[in-house]
């Protein structure tokens, strides 16, 4: 009954948080004129052919993930490392930020490698996005420092909010505590069986990790990154030119769009619904659009995109992994 509960909430208090956000939004919003919008002013083929781009570039980030394996001595089938990367997505569209630890423990199962030791090639395969989205940004802002200006004057309580948690002194009281907290315990109990199993869970994960320090193709590393993240770019941006109030904004707009709706990512929300929508219409509206118009731009893409497409092929995924290895045997 308790894991049941616990299951319950993790699953749904997120997406009640994304639901309110949502809702928030699209409440000033004229649904009369969305649903006019896209009967007329849609072209949905342009929508269809963004959609590989979205596609190949999750099948090259299983690629890339391949790269971090190998250093440990494991060699994984590219075709498990697709279907786990695609579940992963799938995952996450009932559990937010639970797909990274399935597509783990799958490829544990059917791969015999160390769940921890994945994870920890997981972490670096993270790390590395986290990185070339605060590239994505920081370009985004370099290049439009008069909109973010402009953004920050119409609203100071964005600013307020950062500098309220970036400059407390209780933020650094909170991070020096646990961090204190954590090296007494492992001090005093450095002998107890439950610490030392830690330790060697840390230890793998660590080794997974460092991972990148042994492989030997990192220019094909970066290239894959490169490749990743150009795929996610042009699938949001092809979709400009699907709307004739968006195709004239330039690819600066969709770069700023694009780096914003990239941050929203990382609330732990299914589908990002709620902080995906508010980000981008934000953007939009900061180039002039009207509120409709931007909500029917969000509403549209992220449905199809997010919603539609990441869920078909997240099933696909998840299906498809048992298939492919009814002949094998489980790990553990």
């Known amino acids: 009954m308790k894991s049941s509960l616990i299951k319950f909430v993790k699953a749904f208090l997120p997406l009640i948080f994304g639901l309110f956000i949502f809702w928030l939004i699209f409440r000033k919003l004229d649904f009369r004129e969305i649903i006019a919008i896209l009967k007329q002013d849609v072209d949905f083929r342009i929508i269809a052919l963004s959609l590989p781009f979205g596609l190949v570039a999750n099948i090259i980030r299983a690629f890339r993930w391949d790269l971090l394996i190998r250093p440990l001595n494991y060699k994984a089938r590219k ?23 399935w597509r783990c423990t799958i490829m544990a199962r059917y791969e015999k490698i160390p769940f921890t030791k994945l994870f920890g090639t997981l972490i670096t395969d993270r790390l590395a996005d986290t990185f070339v989205v605060g590239l994505i940004v920081i370009a985004a802002v370099i290049m439009n420092v008069p909109y973010f200006e402009s953004f920050f004057v119409q609203h100071p309580e964005s600013l307020d909010i950062f500098n309220a948690i970036l400059f407390s002194s209780w933020t650094y009281i909170i991070i020096g505590v646990l961090g204190l907290s954590i090296w007494i315990i492992f001090g005093i109990f450095k002998h107890h069986t439950w610490i030392k199993k830690t330790k060697k869970i840390l230890f793998n994960v660590w080794e997974g990790i460092h991972s990148i320090t042994g492989m030997k193709k990192k220019w094909l590393f970066l290239l894959y990154t490169l490749l990743i993240w150009l795929g996610y770019f042009l699938y949001f941006y092809i979709c400009f030119y699907a709307f004739n109030f968006t195709k004239n904004l330039g690819w600066n707009c969709g770069l700023i769009a694009f780096g914003m709706s990239s941050l929203a990512v990382v609330v732990p929300v299914q589908g990002s619904i709620g902080p995906w929508h508010a980000m981008v219409i934000a953007v939009l509206m900061g180039f002039g659009l009207s509120l409709d118009n931007a909500g029917a731009f969000a509403f549209c893409v992220h449905t199809i995109q997010q919603l539609i497409f990441t869920a078909a092929f997240g099933l696909f995924g998840v299906l498809a992994l048992p298939v492919v290895n009814r002949n094998k045997k489980r790990y553990g």
């Open 79 to 101: 075709i498990n490392l697709i279907y786990s990367v695609l579940g992963s997505y799938g995952v996450n569209l009932v559990f937010p930020r639970l797909g990274e630890v």
